[in-house]
């Protein structure tokens, strides 16, 4: 068997002639780590380089790969198992991308190394973003065989990010990956919007390598979070205004800021708190915000709805560092 490895420094970049247009009105995939329908479409539809991508051609024509962005179910609302059935999960249900589900363990994969607090940044590339309910992620089970079409009993949850904001046309954030999740699995996201029963649904091929060696070793070793301070609304906000959390060293140096651009549907103080939060979690490792949930290998912090509920947490990999929130509103008329 050849498996062919990406980085995720390196896995964007597309080679080769591109032979037609895509089609612009469609709508998105994740681009890091890179979905296994987007990795097959920077390939070069017409001339793919990996055999996975070739046998994804030979099964359904280059046309899914021009369409790559497409991968969904235009009346989803939310129903997706009844919708994308096992062994067509990958396709998103639809006959048209059956060569995605191809029964190999060769995909191209990402590699990702999980961070102190076994986190993964994902990033989802839409090429026409839409106002969203969710995205929900799923990682592959420790015991599920790669060799067989997947199936909604191999997965299992570990991310729901509710409402989230998007940054011109990206939208990031972060997943805890299981200590005992390690080599090849695979990362299943949906999108569903909140504008339209529409839904997207991606594959992305990933191989989990840990960064002191061992899963289990890193999981006893999980960096605990300490309470630090708490996110209060005290008003709403105009939009235009900017909410940024500003984050210093032991010395008081300025080593990360987190901006979030205050939208008309975030500013009330219900809302933008949990908005921050979604943001400074999908990008810092020094700081999260939110309600504390599980223990040990379990442990996550999750954004809550509410002027006063999202508790500040520092990680103690960062011990003696301290943060800022600055507001910035817009000058009156």
Not at 86 to 105: F, P, Q, T, W
Not at 154 to 173: Q, V
Not at 179 to 207: K, M
Request: aromatic share 10%; charged share 20%; proline share 5%.
């Amino acid at each position: 068997m050849h498996v062919t490895g990406k980085l995720a420094v390196v896995c964007l970049a597309g080679s080769g002639i591109v032979m037609a247009p895509d089609v612009g009105f469609s709508h998105g995939s994740m681009e890091s780590p890179i979905s296994r329908v987007y990795n097959c479409r920077l390939e070069n539809p017409e001339q793919p380089k990996s055999d996975a991508c070739k046998a994804v051609v030979q099964a359904g024509g280059t046309q899914p790969l021009y369409d790559w962005m497409e991968v969904n179910q235009s009346d989803a609302a939310g129903n997706h198992k009844a919708l994308v059935t096992d062994g067509n999960i990958c396709a998103g249900g639809r006959d048209k991308y059956v060569g995605l589900d191809l029964e190999r363990s060769d995909w191209v994969k990402t590699t990702v190394v999980p961070n102190k607090n076994t986190k993964v940044k994902m990033t989802f590339y839409g090429t026409t973003p839409h106002a969203t309910e969710y995205f929900q992620t799923y990682i592959t089970k420790a015991n599920w065989n790669p060799d067989k079409a997947l199936s909604w009993s191999d997965l299992k949850k570990i991310k729901k990010k509710k409402y989230p904001e998007w940054n011109g046309n990206r939208l990031s954030w972060k997943v805890k990956v299981p200590a005992n999740r390690e080599g090849y699995h695979v990362l299943y996201t949906i999108w569903q919007r909140s504008d339209s029963p529409e839904a997207f649904y991606t594959c992305t091929d990933v191989n989990v390598v840990w960064s002191n060696g061992t899963s289990e070793s890193l999981a006893q070793d999980l960096a605990e979070w300490t309470e630090v301070g708490q996110v209060i609304a005290h008003n709403d906000l105009a939009a235009g205004s900017t909410v940024t959390l500003r984050v210093f060293d032991p010395d008081g140096g300025d080593v990360a800021s987190h901006s979030l651009q205050i939208r008309s549907r975030t500013g009330d103080a219900e809302d933008w708190p949990a908005a921050l939060a979604s943001l400074v979690n999908a990008e810092s490792d020094v700081f999260n915000i939110g309600v504390l949930e599980g223990s040990g290998g379990t442990l996550d912090i999750e954004p809550e709805s509410g002027a006063a509920a999202n508790a500040v947490y520092l990680s103690g990999a960062y011990p003696g560092y301290t943060y800022h929130i600055d507001i910035d509103t817009p000058p009156s008329n």
